[in-house]
């Protein structure tokens, strides 16, 4: 039991990477402060988690909001009086095209959530994590490993994400709070399963022909699961990591390498 009666916020609960996030954590003991923009799904996720035994509160939450992030800090602390550890896997998708064809608004929207978001929530827990020497996780992805065509303004605000963290860790590191990051590769989960069904349509292939391309291209020959990718923020949050502060730990099968 790594989070034996630990509390951790999980901003970004989504029915793969962020709902796999909120379930770990409760296996391993923690009590759970689920964070969306969709309350159906929370409400599902928050069963889930308490059928584990652990309790959960649920706050709808737009972390782009000041007034709802400064809610959901507000509500973990009176709920559960202390917060041990913040997951931010909240995300917006820029636009996926070339810098030239990108509209600026797109990426305004991309960077408010993905990377200001991310930094009011780490500010208004701050104090919470201090008293708990406690810990921040922050999803990023493997997208800051490369410059593939059209993802240009998801890596801008992915490593704009890293570099915050990592200068966070510098921050905060005196007050016992560690920051540090996941990069995750593809995620075995619907999206990326929606992405390849349309792919095999296009091309007229399986799309399990399209998985094993993949694959091959990755040294487990596998795509992570979310449950493997929710494991590694596990140790992250827990005491096993607690020399680990300021890094940047890829989550890809051996994608690529780091």
Not at 32 to 51: F, G, M, N
Not at 102 to 118: C, H, K, M, S, Y
Not at 216 to 225: Q, V
Request: proline share 5%; net charge negative; with cysteine.
């Amino acid at each position: 039991m790594l989070l034996q009666d630990k509390v951790v916020v999980v901003a970004g609960i989504g029915p793969g990477l962020g709902r796999s996030i909120a379930l770990r954590c409760a296996r391993q003991g923690a009590d759970i402060v689920l964070a969306a923009r969709t309350e159906s799904r929370l409400t599902e996720v928050a069963k889930e988690v308490t059928d584990l035994g652990r309790r959960a509160v649920t706050v709808p939450t737009d972390i782009s909001d000041e007034t709802a992030a400064a809610r959901l800090a507000e509500t973990s602390l009176e709920s559960f009086g202390r917060v041990d550890t913040l997951v931010n896997n909240a995300f917006a998708m820029p636009p996926m095209q070339t810098f030239d064809r990108a509209p600026f608004d797109g990426i305004r929207q991309g960077f408010e959530t993905n990377v200001l978001g991310a930094l009011r929530l780490v500010n208004l827990f701050r104090p919470a994590l201090e008293a708990s020497h406690g810990s921040v996780v922050m999803v990023s992805s493997m997208v800051i490993r490369h410059s593939q065509l059209t993802m240009g303004p998801y890596k801008m605000t992915k490593s704009a994400l890293l570099a915050m963290a990592q200068s966070l860790s510098t921050e905060l590191g005196p007050q016992g709070v560690r920051i540090n990051t996941i990069a995750p590769g593809y995620i075995w989960a619907d999206n990326v399963k929606f992405y390849f069904d349309y792919l095999a349509r296009q091309r007229g292939i399986t799309p399990q022909e399209v998985y094993q391309e993949v694959a091959a291209n990755i040294d487990l020959r596998k795509l992570p699961e979310p449950d493997e990718v929710a494991d590694t923020i596990v140790f992250l949050a827990s005491e096993l990591a607690r020399a680990v502060t300021g890094q940047c730990l890829d989550v890809n099968g051996g994608e690529y390498h780091h």
